[in-house]
């Protein structure tokens, strides 16, 4: 049934319809690996924020970068399904060829547009917390070395919610497993400065 289905389109349906089910194979892939971390795309990288923030979207740069192969993929998917699905409201092919290509187009300006604005929102999000933590309490979790000669971790909560952050000190002592801190300054967006509150044995 199936082929004699391929059997009677066109040559243009076939090319159509090839493009189309290749780019929505391809997209599919992409999608697959982009959550298990592995992007088939090298233009568009997804970092793991350690400190439990989420994915960090600002190295995205699917959504700056016009000529890579995911943008490509999108306007392939967008321009063959609507060639395809306006064979009969656009029963001129030349005119149809057009329009499809201005929706492949739109479709890639769209995702571009929409990576630029997830982007916006994390960065927003990340300069959000980093001020907020400032004050926050919380407990070390790796040793912290003395006077700032090496880094340790450190769980604090912010708006609720508990993130693990690098921490310093400059306390004369390291601040072991356990000790209660306050964080003091935010070194960088990974690194916290930490003085101790009080002290618990574990």
């Known amino acids: 049934m199936i082929a004699t289905w391929w059997a009677s389109l066109s040559v243009l349906m076939k090319i159509l319809w090839g493009i189309s089910l290749a780019a929505t194979?391809?997209?599919?892939?992409?999608?697959?690996?982009?959550?298990?971390g592995a992007d088939a795309d090298s233009n568009f990288d997804v970092d793991v924020d350690t400190s439990m923030d989420g994915a960090d979207l600002s190295n995205?740069?699917?959504?700056?970068?016009?000529?890579?192969?995911?943008?490509f993929v999108n306007f392939c998917l967008g321009f063959g399904w609507s060639a395809i699905l306006l064979e009969e409201s656009i029963p001129n092919v030349a005119l149809r060829i057009v329009v499809a290509v201005l929706i492949g187009?739109?479709?890639?300006?769209?995702?571009?547009w929409m990576f630029k604005w997830l982007a916006g929102m994390q960065q927003s999000g990340n300069i959000n917390v980093?001020?907020?933590?400032?004050g926050c309490e919380g407990k070390v979790y790796l040793t912290i070395p003395a006077n700032r000669s090496g880094e340790g971790k450190v769980q604090i909560t912010i708006a609720g919610a508990v993130r693990e952050y690098?921490?310093?000190?400059?306390?004369?002592?390291?601040?072991?497993?356990?000790?209660?801190?306050?964080?003091v300054e935010v070194v960088n967006s990974n690194t916290m400065l930490v003085e101790e509150t009080t002290t618990y044995t574990v």
Do not use: W
Not at 60 to 71: A, E, H, K, V
Not at 105 to 112: F, N, Q
Not at 130 to 134: N, T, Y
């Open 25 to 36: 194979l391809v997209f599919v892939i992409q999608s697959i690996m982009t959550f298990v």
């Open 60 to 71: 995205i740069d699917g959504g700056s970068n016009l000529y890579t192969f995911r943008n």
């Open 105 to 112: 187009i739109a479709l890639v300006a769209l995702v571009m």
């Open 130 to 134: 980093h001020k907020s933590a400032v």
């Open 166 to 183: 690098n921490a310093v000190c400059e306390s004369d002592k390291p601040l072991p497993t356990g000790t209660s801190i306050r964080v």
